[in-house]
């Protein structure tokens, strides 16, 4: 859910700015009275989601949107919730880096190098259902894994 929109270049058609700004309001209600509260991390008798108009060429409304900004930032602050989800970005990016990290050894571990091709094709084919070829992809990069592990063991 945003929590500020800004629609740039609102003075090129001003009826198109300001029908887009009624949508995205109205749809930014609606939204906020049926979506889904964990998203809400703000205090909502406070804070409500802002749709501005602004021409940043004309330097029209950027002076309002950047006290809106600071605004909502303070409050954010004031709450707690602006360090909440720093948090909650980095424990998000932590998995982003352990899944990318995983997927590359995944596709380096020679024998899923050896079996990938064959295996989608397989798949892409209609012979092997997905899930079934990601248990056999896994099985080899477990395989490829413990093999490592027994070898450096052997090797210290």
Known sequence: LADLVVINKADLDDAAATRAQAQITSSLRL???HG???????????WH?????MSALKGEGVD????AVTEFQALQQANGAFEEKRQQQALAWM???????LKQQFKA???????LEDITARVLGGQLAASTAARELLTKFSGDRN?????DQRHA
Not at 64 to 67: E, H, K, L, N
Not at 95 to 101: F, K, L, P, V
Not at 109 to 115: K, T, Y
């Open 147 to 151: 093999s490592e592990d027994s070898k």
């Open 31 to 33: 939204y906020g009275l």
């Open 109 to 115: 571990a020679p024998a899923v190098r050896g079996a």
């Open 95 to 101: 998995w982003e880096r352990i899944q990318s990290g």
């Open 36 to 46: 889904r509260p964990d998203h809400a991390h703000h205090d909502t008798a406070i």
């Open 64 to 67: 309002a949107f950047w006290r």
């Open 49 to 53: 989601p802002r749709v501005m108009r």
